[in-house]
């Protein structure tokens, strides 16, 4: 799940198995590598937390031609009338 795979990826002894790993059969047995704030759920979790929190330049232009666009409209409706 945390890796995305639309498919099954099958994996053999000694492999790193992600949180979210489903296992399809027989008994497994794994070793916790990382916890808290060094796994990799932790990361991607502040990725997006930082992601979210900076607004991209292309959103800044877009707000602007939005704005524009909107002032231009109603302008042109009150001259219509």
Known sequence: ML?????PVFKEKDLTVSAG???WDGPLRVEA?????NSMI???VRMVEDAQGHEAPIQ???DLI????????????????
């Open 3 to 7: 890796t995305g795979e639309s498919l």
């Open 21 to 23: 790993t489903i296992n």
């Open 33 to 37: 590598s990382s916890t808290g704030s």
């Open 42 to 44: 932790f990361k991607i």
């Open 60 to 62: 800044r232009l877009a």
């Open 66 to 81: 939005a704005g524009l666009f909107v002032y231009s409209i109603m302008t042109l409706s009150d001259i219509s009338l």
